[in-house]
Structures are given as C-alpha cells and as structure tokens.
C-alpha cells in the first residue's frame, strides 16, 4: 500500500525546482495536477530547518514559484 500511495503523488508532479541557499536554507516549490479534475496547484515544502522568515529564502521561493507558474500557464500569486 505505500509504495501505491507513492507512485500516486509522484504522478501528481508536473514541475518542481529545489531551492538550495546553503546550510539550513532550502524548501521545495511544486506544481502538482489534481488526478481527477486535472487542475495545477502550487505547493511550497520548506526544508526541516529552513525559517520562512529568512528574507533571502523567500524571495528565492518567490522567484522559482513564479517561473513554475509561468512555465504551466498559472498567473502570478499575489502578495
């Protein structure tokens, strides 16, 4: 049953693109696609010791998150 369960969320992944500052400093942004309905959402996974209020690192994520968005055909989040 895992390793099902695996399989299903790796098929989920459109995109993805690591983000790596150095020690400590890393997350993950994602562009999944819903299996059913085929919608594309974004989700951010933050590394086990990255702060989301290193500045730095946001705006890293911010920038990788916005190019994944424009490579599927999302428009930009705000804020």
Same mark, same amino acid.
């Given at each position: 049953?895992?390793?099902?369960?695996?399989?299903?969320? *790796?098929? @989920?992944?459109?995109? =993805?693109?690591q983000v790596d500052l150095g020690s400590r400093r890393s997350a993950r942004v994602v562009i999944r696609k819903e299996l059913r309905s085929r919608e594309? @959402?974004?989700?951010?996974?933050?590394?086990?010791? $990255?702060?989301?209020?290193?500045?730095?690192?946001? $705006?890293?994520?911010?920038?990788? @998150?916005?190019?994944?968005?424009? *490579?599927?055909?999302?428009?930009? =989040?705000?804020?």
């Amino acid at each position: 049953m895992p390793e099902a369960f695996r399989e299903r969320v *790796q098929a @989920s992944v459109v995109l =993805t693109r690591q983000v790596d500052l150095g020690s400590r400093r890393s997350a993950r942004v994602v562009i999944r696609k819903e299996l059913r309905s085929r919608e594309l @959402s974004e989700q951010v996974l933050w590394g086990a010791a $990255a702060r989301q209020d290193d500045a730095e690192l946001c $705006a890293a994520v911010a920038a990788a @998150s916005l190019e994944l968005r424009d *490579q599927v055909g999302l428009p930009p =989040t705000l804020g």
